[in-house]
Structure formats: C-alpha cells, structure tokens
C-alpha cells in the first residue's frame, strides 16, 4: 500500500494499492465520524488483522473488576459480503487490474474503486462509497456498485449487523432483542454490561438495476449477536447493480434520547431511519457535505502558498483540521476528546492533558462554542477529581491523569507495556503521580476565558475550577528543611523520568495556577461580593486563602544553570549521557526501550518529549530570551520524540527564536506522525493531539500568534518554501483574518462589530 498526495490540491487523500498486511493505517487515518460515532474505515468485505470499530463518544463500560472503563465497540454495520459467480470477493484471491481508495477531507466521503476479476474468470467493477453524516449525528450510509463487466454472473450479497465484536477480546454487551420489520428493517439492541447503557442499531437496504429501483427476495438470518439478509441478482454484461444501506445506532446515554424508553427508543430510531433512507444516499451524503464546509472550512479556513512542499503542508494542515472536527464531541458537555479521537481503541477513549494543551487552543481561536463545551467538561468531572484527591490523602481536585466519564475519577491503567529485562509489565506511574494534569485544566480554563471574553463561563465553572485545583496543589506541597515548598516524587511531562522531585513543569504550573487563585480571590472580594461569597461557602476560602498565599511565595522554583539551561527535575543534568544517534534516526518509536528498562532510562539524560520547553510555551514570557535558547538546544539533542505532542513544542520554539529551518523541518515530522510512510503508526488510532499541534506549528509558530497575560500578539515568521499563510482566529468575539507575507502582513476583522486591540510585531494596533 502507498499513500499517494498527487491529488493533495483536490483535498484528496489517496491509497493506490491495497496491503492485506497493514490494513490499520488507512483504517484510522480514513476513518470517518461527526464527534458522537467514529467509523474505522475497514473494508465492507472482510480481512484477516482488520480492526472493525464503530465508537460512540461517552459510553464507557468496564468489563469487570481488573479492568479500567473503555469506549465499547458497538456492533458493525458496514460489514457487506459479495459472491460473483459464487467466489467471494476478497482482494487477496483472484486479480486485481485496478484499486484506489480516496478519502475527501472536504466532504467526509470515502470512496474505493476496484475492478477485480474472480479465480473462475468472471470479471467485475465495484466502486464503494461511505459517509457518517455530519448533519445527522446517529446516521451511516453507504453505497456498492457492481457493473458486470464481460460474461454474466450471478451475484449474491450477505449485509445485516453484527455483534460478535470485541475490544481486542473482551466482549462489553449483553445480548439483546433482534428482529426484521417487513423483513426489510432490521433491528438489535445490546447493552453494556457495567454502565447498563443500551444501543439501539438499526439498518435497510435499497436496490437498483441500472438505476432503476429493484425489489430482491430477502433471505433473513437470525443468530447470536448478528442478524442479515441474503439477496441474489443475476447481472448480464454491462449491468449495474446498487446496494444502498442506511443504518443509524442511539443510546440510552445520548441527551436527545432522555427520558426515553427503551421501547420509545426503538420506535423512534426505526421511523428516523425511514425518514433518512428515504432521501437516498446522495442527499445525505450532500447535505452532510454542506454541514462540513459550513462547521470547518468556512469557519476556520487556512492557506498557504509558496513551494511544491507548500501544498502538502496545506494538505496535512486540512488533514488535521478534518480529524479535530472528526472527534469533537460539539452535541454534548459530558464527553471529551480521546488520545485516539475515535479512529480506534488506543488509550480506551480516555482524554489526558492533550486537550487542554494541545487541543483546546484550536478550538479556542476557531470554534469557542465547542472550546466551551470541553471545559464544562472539566467541571462536571470534579466529583472524580474529589475523590481522587481523597483517596490520595489531599483537598481540593485533583484531576485524573487519564479522564472518561463524569464520575469515572481515574482510569488510568496499572500496567502496560513490557519491561525489556525482566519480562513482566511495567506499572503505570502517571495516573498516580503525573500530577501536573491539575494545573493543565486550571491553565485551560483561564486561556479559554482570556481568548474569548466570556465572563458567564468563568462566573458559573472557571473561578471555581481554578479555586479548586490550587486547594489541591496547597495540599500537596511538602516543606523542606530549607525552608521552602517541594513537590516530590512525581512524573513530569516527560515520561522517561519517574520519581523525581521539583520538577520545573509542575511546579512553576503549580505557582501559577495559585497565583492565579490568588488574584481572582482578591478581585472577587473586592469587585463582586456576592459571588465571592458563593465561591467561599462552596470551597471555604477564609481557610484555603492563606495556604495559596504562602504556598506561592515559597515554592521552589528551579533555576536556570551558569549555562542558562533550566533542569528539568532535582536529578536529569546528573544523569548519564550516551549516545543517542541510533535512536533519533529510528523509523518507529521508543527504540530506546528495546535496549534500556525504565528504570535504566531514568539515569540517562535522554527525553521521551518536551517538558521545559512546554512551560516555556505556556508561560514564555516568565523566561529570558537566553534561558529559553539554552534550555532548547540542550533538550532538543537528548530529546528522542517517542511521544506524538513533542515534535509540535519543539518546532513553535525554534519558530520563536527564528531557527525557521529547523521549525520547518519539525513541523514536517509532526505533521507525518499519521500521513507519513511508516505502516504501523496509526493501529491503535490516529494521534489525535497531533493535530492540535501541526495546527500551532503553522499559526503558534510560523503565524507568531499567542495569548500572552491575556492580551493577543502577532508576530509571523514565514519558513522559505512559503511565500503567504492566510489563517483565521476568533479573538473575544472578533473574526480576524491574519495573511502574512514574507514582506508585510495584514490583520482584518470580519466580524467589525468591535475593534479589536493586538500586538503586532511589537507594535500595539487596533483592528
């Protein structure tokens, strides 16, 4: 399999050979979704080592007691099987004389060609076609196309839903009711086993003869955990038979299905089905196509234009901005955004500190109402942030590392991997120690105030989230006997380096984010006494004021060297250094775990991603030019980029001190995590925080935009292959369209309903 960019113009990602071997690459990076389901895209026939995923958001289920929540795979609908002359087709039997499979960012359609002739000889076209429609959260429809190319064949199809799936093994249902309506619709509930939240799946199938509308006998199955139908057509040469399937899947969990009964639920999803199979696949595949330009590219449209490199970049920029709207859960407050999106089972669904710092800023600046959305989150989860913080002997919230439904609390898992030496698992340490995840949501919540100016947001959850993580980090911090405030044993940012105390992340964010409780404290007291006296009722803030006071003046801050380098922790710069060449060439990642256990690792100066140089991202101006220019070029050469967020921190650095190859080149690398050639990359799942990050390469970086102190600065640094980036960003409010040149830029509000004041290349200006 190749992944062709000829068309990259065209909005076109391409694969022009199929590979029965790496079948989950495309699967993820062509998935298709609308932030309620996710779709892998496997092929309608079936194939050894495919992974068949249909997720949707919030359902989180534990199978039992030794295991964390996950996102259950739901039964598949897309699954059609074909036999031609009584030989299934199956592109690893027979030949294949033609194939490409094309995913549209610009519409959300999947498309595959294939003319494909059987062991027997009989010869035929297909072309498949597939949509999970952005306009109608629940609705999935598809289309097969088989022309009879030579010889007459007889042509039987098998398509129905399917429940005998997995994740990975574990089965997440009990089975439900199944029935045919009219033998033509065709009906299963399952329910998961621990949540008790029941799916209903519904699908039927329309016919056609040359375009002409075809009634088929239909053959009805019924069986454990699946029910399908059997059609039989006879094709002479030049035919064209159409199979379109229309399905949809709600559950008890979705708000628009509240208050509803089971029975209620079945009835309705089956009229709302007719009512969509009724306007036919091109409507809805139209209308979904709209909904796309509407949400995505008119909202937040990017260019750029300069060198043949220049279009791939803009491509790969499409690329993420397609998947971010993918998984973005804009129809419900209750879910967030999984490491995975919804591409696959990796990370279980769970959503980490990737959203607050690497997700939330394009939301933030394209699309605030679903920005809004993914904080309230945060703030509905703070029963499980008090409980973790409980059952860790502290106050306050302390936010799970790995976060899934409301009152999940943490989920992180307690083993995975293997340890290289000693054949056994590796504990997980972070969802008990990497413990900056707090000061990340509290760091959130106040940016998503600052870039939009919504004051209600931080009257009803902001105030309070960020009032409620400094409890926890005032309860957290240990004196020492120099008189100071310690953060011992945690895991930073980086997470080759476990146990560690001070690390300068966590406890500069820490200081921060008391600061920052500190401040809106005395400004409530002073300003806004009746909600000061809610907020202190609620979180007690005569006795919790004092401790955030003290705290903050005696933390210990690490300090940059004689070098200017700030340590990343009490112990890194004691490390050993080796030779890391072998490791940063390497085509896959975490290369250094097949020679080194973690143990071993944490005695090397060596990084599995950024850490100092996200809080220099974050708080960039608390650090002097030189401390950030040392500090970089010393962790970029001990850096390996084993995790997906680190190339992204990396490249906007060296874009802010004007290394603009090396921030090109960085962003390259990020921006082919998923779309570059290496096969295994995207089993699990796309890299969803990676987007976020090929995103702020090109305007954090080469667009120079950050929100400092809460007021907005433009500084455009363009890389050479680029002679013009063109971006829009929501500021308070505002539209503003910045295009920037290599000899000029220009920032103008859309919006014009305000004016908009800026810092553009270190002159203040209003727009």
């Given at each position: 399999m190749g992944m062709d960019y000829s068309k990259i113009d065209q909005w076109i990602l391409a694969e022009d050979s199929f590979d029965p071997v790496h079948l989950g690459k495309c699967e993820a990076v062509m998935s298709l979704g609308n932030g309620y389901m996710g779709l892998r895209s496997a092929a309608e026939e079936r194939y050894v080592g495919e992974t068949r995923d249909l997720l949707i958001n919030g359902t989180f289920d534990r199978f039992d007691e030794s295991e964390v929540t996950e996102l259950p795979n739901a039964a598949d609908v897309t699954a059609v099987e074909l036999w031609v002359g009584g030989e299934r087709f199956s592109l690893d039997q027979g030949s294949c004389t033609g194939y490409s499979r094309e995913l549209n960012l610009k519409t959300g359609e999947l498309t595959r060609r294939v003319e494909w002739t059987s062991p027997k000889g009989d010869k035929v076209g297909l072309v498949f076609r597939r949509i999970v429609s952005l306009k109608r959260l629940h609705d999935i429809a598809l289309t097969v196309t088989v022309t009879c190319l030579e010889q007459p064949v007889a042509l039987k199809v098998r398509s129905g839903i399917d429940a005998r799936v997995t994740n990975t093994g574990t089965q997440h249902f009990t089975e439900g009711e199944k029935r045919f309506y009219e033998k033509k619709y065709l009906q299963l509930l399952e329910t998961t086993i621990e949540s008790g939240i029941t799916f209903v799946v519904n699908a039927v199938h329309r016919f056609a003869l040359n375009g002409q509308p075809l009634e088929l006998d239909t053959d009805v199955n019924i069986d454990r955990r699946v029910l399908y139908a059997d059609y039989t057509v006879d094709l002479k040469p030049g035919d064209c038979f159409t199979v379109e399937k229309y399905a949809n899947v709600f559950t008890t969990r979705d708000l628009d299905c509240a208050g509803k009964t089971v029975a209620e639920l079945q009835a309705q999803t089956l009229e709302d089905l007719k009512t969509s199979a009724a306007l036919g696949y091109q409507a809805l595949a139209e209308e979904s196509a709209a909904q796309w330009q509407l949400e995505v590219w008119d909202r937040a449209p990017l260019d750029i234009q300069g060198d043949e490199n220049s279009q791939f970049d803009l491509f790969a920029l499409r690329f993420a901005q397609y998947h971010m709207r993918l998984m973005l859960p804009r129809h419900d407050n209750r879910m967030n955004i999984g490491a995975k999106g919804l591409s696959g089972e990796g990370y279980k669904g769970h959503c980490f500190w990737d959203t607050e710092i690497f997700l939330l800023p394009?939301?933030?600046?394209?699309?605030?109402?679903?920005?809004?959305?993914?904080?309230?989150?945060?703030?509905?989860?703070?029963?499980?942030?008090?409980?973790?913080?409980?059952?860790?002997?502290?106050?306050?919230?302390?936010?799970?590392?790995?976060?899934?439904?409301?009152?999940?609390?943490?989920?992180?898992?307690?083993?995975?991997?293997?340890?290289?030496?000693?054949?056994?698992?590796?504990?997980?340490?972070?969802?008990?120690?990497?413990?900056?995840?707090?000061?990340?949501?509290?760091?959130?919540?106040?940016?998503?105030?600052?870039?939009?100016?919504?004051?209600?947001?931080?009257?009803?959850?902001?105030?309070?989230?960020?009032?409620?993580?400094?409890?926890?980090?005032?309860?957290?911090?240990?004196?020492?006997?120099?008189?100071?405030?310690?953060?011992?044993?945690?895991?930073?940012?980086?997470?080759?380096?476990?146990?560690?105390?001070?690390?300068?992340?966590?406890?500069?964010?820490?200081?921060?984010?008391?600061?920052?409780?500190?401040?809106?404290?005395?400004?409530?007291?002073?300003?806004?006494?009746?909600?000061?006296?809610?907020?202190?009722?609620?979180?007690?803030?005569?006795?919790?004021?004092?401790?955030?006071?003290?705290?903050?003046?005696?933390?210990?801050?690490?300090?940059?060297?004689?070098?200017?380098?700030?340590?990343?922790?009490?112990?890194?710069?004691?490390?050993?250094?080796?030779?890391?060449?072998?490791?940063?060439?390497?085509?896959?990642?975490?290369?250094?775990?097949?020679?080194?256990?973690?143990?071993?690792?944490?005695?090397?100066?060596?990084?599995?991603?950024?850490?100092?140089?996200?809080?220099?991202?974050?708080?960039?101006?608390e650090f002097p030019p030189e401390v950030k220019r040392a500090s970089w070029a010393y962790y970029e050469a001990r850096t390996l980029h084993d995790s997906s967020l680190s190339l992204s921190t990396h490249s906007v650095q060296a874009a802010d001190m004007g290394e603009l190859d090396m921030a090109y080149d960085l962003f390259r690398k990020a921006a082919t995590i998923d779309l570059g050639p290496y096969m295994g990359t995207s089993d699990a799942g796309i890299h969803a925080a990676s987007f976020g990050g090929v995103w702020q390469c090109a305007v954090y970086g080469f667009g120079g935009v950050r929100m400092l102190n809460g007021k907005l600065r433009i500084e455009p640094k363009l890389p050479k292959g680029w002679d013009k980036l063109q971006f829009t960003l929501m500021w308070q409010g505002q539209k503003l369209q910045v295009t920037a040149t290599k000899e000029n830029v220009v920032v103008e509000n859309l919006t014009g309903t305000k004016p908009v004041t800026f810092t553009l290349n270190g002159t203040e200006i209003q727009a």
């Open positions: 394009y939301y933030m600046f394209t699309d605030p109402e679903a920005a809004r959305k993914l904080e309230e989150y945060r703030y509905l989860s703070l029963p499980g942030a008090h409980r973790k913080a409980k059952e860790n002997g502290y106050r306050g919230a302390m936010f799970p590392w790995e976060s899934a439904w409301l009152d999940d609390g943490e989920t992180c898992p307690l083993y995975m991997g293997t340890d290289i030496l000693t054949g056994t698992p590796i504990k997980v340490w972070s969802g008990i120690i990497e413990q900056h995840i707090t000061a990340d949501v509290a760091f959130g919540a106040w940016q998503y105030y600052a870039i939009t100016g919504d004051q209600a947001f931080l009257d009803d959850y902001g105030y309070e989230l960020i009032m409620d993580a400094a409890i926890f980090w005032a309860s957290r911090l240990e004196k020492g006997e120099d008189g100071q405030y310690h953060i011992n044993d945690v895991v930073g940012p980086d997470e080759y380096h476990e146990h560690v105390n001070d690390n300068a992340f966590t406890n500069y964010m820490a200081q921060w984010n008391l600061n920052k409780a500190i401040e809106y404290h005395d400004e409530l007291k002073a300003e806004r006494p009746e909600l000061f006296q809610r907020l202190d009722e609620k979180l007690n803030l005569a006795e919790v004021y004092p401790q955030w006071v003290d705290g903050a003046a005696h933390i210990y801050l690490p300090q940059p060297t004689e070098e200017n380098i700030l340590p990343m922790d009490d112990r890194f710069m004691q490390g050993k250094e080796i030779d890391l060449t072998k490791y940063k060439e390497q085509d896959f990642v975490a290369g250094i775990m097949k020679d080194y256990n973690l143990e071993q690792i944490q005695g090397i100066q060596v990084c599995k991603q950024a850490d100092c140089l996200v809080l220099f991202y974050l708080l960039e101006d």
